[in-house]
């Protein structure tokens, strides 16, 4: 059952329960009401002969006559004669016995036998004793007129109720059964699309924002989860690829040099060749584990690494071990962040080992590190012979030069080294044509402190 269904239910179901239960109340409150009445009468009648048992009969009779009692006095004698003195709308079928006579002398009283009356005695001398006794026939024909009634207003009141809290909560309703139907699409995998809209109460429309912000939360894993499937497949292929090559010159050189059938030159020239595809692949599981390294470290950096100082040692290597570079810096001093310095150490010399690699012994460098705001920017700069395109963030085993040999260069995970450092520290890194018309790397870093200009 949906639960509209189910609260309209309720709201009905307690609706005709508080009508009911004012109605049986107002029922048996004009019950007891009547029965006062009754009993009052009764009393008004017996109290007359009270006062003086000589004229009990008469006085009695008096009363009955000059009120508009409906009441019927029978006058009891000692050998059980009985004598009608006054007839009341309906008449005793039954004459009251001894017994009853006794236990109504000092209260109004309802005898198993006599039912449907109400009766009081009094003694009037000489043995004989007067009657007085009422008919409740017209109270329970009210008292059920009134329960019919009380029964058909609870019915139309329940009705009433049901129209009512349909139109009253049939937007909000109807916008919580589209919501349950829509999580319950989201829950099955269907395309559900967005989250349908709520005009209803304000709680619903928290409840419909909370569920947008979760089924948005949702899609949001799903598509990285499903895009970081994608990359470790890609990953994996590239990565099998990559060590297959390697591999399979080991092993045929290894053959090669089993069957003892090489010469000097060529055994040297095996062993030269299979060394350097042994280092070829220390260095790509090396940069592999660096890379999952990064990816497992945490976004927040746990020591203050001097940028501008580590970059300037770095530089000043790189001047004396290219002597015959053009090499220019302006590196802004006390520039602070938060990092691993070896991850810090990682980027810059990749950096400066690819200008090495792919770029001619006396192209031009220049490394430039200043402040922008609450970040440092770190751009370097060659002259080689650039990218065929820029802005795009580099892959794992994306290469430079997609023609080059793959004895001239590395794994190609450099870039992505560099790219996947940047972004373990909060900042970014970008590729863009540098003014000697080759490479410019730009890495935007947070900074640890504020700088003063």
Same mark, same amino acid.
């Given at each position: 059952m ?6 309209t239910l ?5 609706t @005709?329960l508080v009508a ?7 029922v048996a409150?004009?019950?007891r ?13 017996v ?9 009990a ?7 009955v006559?000059?009120?508009?009692y ?8 000692p ?7 006054n007839?009341g709308t309906v008449r005793?079928?039954v ?8 236990n ?9 036998n006599?039912?449907g009356?109400?009766i ?14 009422a008919?409740?026939?017209?109270i ?22 049901l ?7 049939r937007?909000?309703?109807?916008s919580?059964e589209r919501l349950i139907?829509?999580?319950?699409d989201?829950?099955s995998g269907d ?5 349908p ?10 409840l ?17 989860e ?10 994996i ?12 010159v080991?092993k045929g050189?290894?053959e090669l040099?089993?069957s003892?059938?090489?010469?000097p030159e060529q ?9 350097r595809?042994?280092e ?5 599981v090396r940069?592999?584990?660096l ?7 945490p976004?927040h ?5 001097d940028?501008s100082?580590l ?6 290597? @790189?001047?004396?071990d290219q002597?015959?570079?053009?090499l220019?810096?302006?590196?802004e001093?006390r520039?602070?962040i ?5 991850f810090?150490?990682?980027l ?9 690699r792919?770029?001619?012994l ?9 402040t ?5 920017t ?6 080689g ?14 290469r430079f030069?997609e023609?080059?040999s ?7 995970l450099?870039m992505?080294i560099?790219?996947d ?14 003014v000697?018309?080759g ?5 935007v870093?947070p900074?640890a402190?504020?700088v003063?200009?």
């Amino acid at each position: 059952m949906r639960i509209a269904t189910r609260l309209t239910l309720i709201f009905v179901a307690l609706t @005709f329960l508080v009508a009911s239960t004012v109605g049986w109340f107002a029922v048996a409150m004009s019950s007891r009401s009547q029965y006062a009445t009754l009993e009052s009468a009764i009393n008004s009648v017996v109290d007359s002969g009270l006062r003086n048992p000589n004229t009990a009969l008469s006085n009695a009779l008096y009363v009955v006559q000059r009120r508009p009692y409906d009441l019927t006095l029978d006058v009891v004698s000692p050998s059980g004669a009985i004598t009608q003195v006054n007839s009341g709308t309906v008449r005793l079928r039954v004459h009251p016995t001894r017994a009853d006579i006794r236990n109504s002398l000092t209260h109004v009283q309802t005898e198993s036998n006599l039912p449907g009356f109400q009766i009081r005695s009094l003694n009037v001398g000489g043995g004989d004793y007067l009657v007085v006794a009422a008919s409740t026939l017209a109270i329970t024909k009210r008292n059920q007129h009134l329960a019919l009634l009380v029964a058909s207003a609870a019915i139309v009141i329940a009705l009433i109720g049901l129209v009512l809290a349909r139109l009253v909560m049939r937007r909000d309703l109807h916008s919580m059964e589209r919501l349950i139907d829509y999580a319950g699409d989201v829950a099955s995998g269907d395309e559900a699309g967005p989250v349908p809209p709520s005009s209803g109460s304000r709680d619903l429309q928290e409840l419909r924002g909370a569920l947008a912000v979760m089924v948005d939360a949702l899609q949001e894993r799903i598509a990285l989860e499903t895009k970081s499937t994608k990359a470790m497949q890609q990953f994996i292929d590239d990565a099998s690829h990559e060590l297959r090559t390697p591999l399979t010159v080991v092993k045929g050189y290894n053959e090669l040099l089993a069957s003892g059938q090489v010469t000097p030159e060529q055994r040297i020239r095996a062993v030269t060749r299979v060394q350097r595809e042994v280092e070829r692949m220390e260095e790509l599981v090396r940069d592999l584990l660096l890379l999952a390294q990064i990816r497992e470290a945490p976004h927040h950096a746990e020591l203050p690494v001097d940028l501008s100082q580590l970059l300037r040692n770095r530089v000043g290597e @790189f001047a004396t071990d290219q002597p015959d570079r053009p090499l220019t810096s302006e590196i802004e001093p006390r520039l602070t962040i938060r990092a691993r310095p070896d991850f810090v150490e990682r980027l810059v010399s990749n950096a400066l080992n690819n200008v090495v690699r792919h770029t001619p012994l006396d192209a031009p460098v220049r490394v430039t590190l200043r402040t922008n705001g609450q970040q440092a920017t770190l751009l370097i700069e060659d002259g080689g012979a650039g990218l065929a395109s820029y802005g795009v963030r580099p892959q794992r085993f994306q290469r430079f030069d997609e023609s080059r040999s793959r004895d001239t260069g590395g794994s190609g995970l450099g870039m992505s080294i560099m790219a996947d450092v940047a972004e373990s520290l909060g900042g970014t890194m970008t590729t863009e044509p540098s003014v000697f018309g080759g490479l410019a790397l730009r890495f935007v870093l947070p900074l640890a402190v504020s700088v003063a200009h």
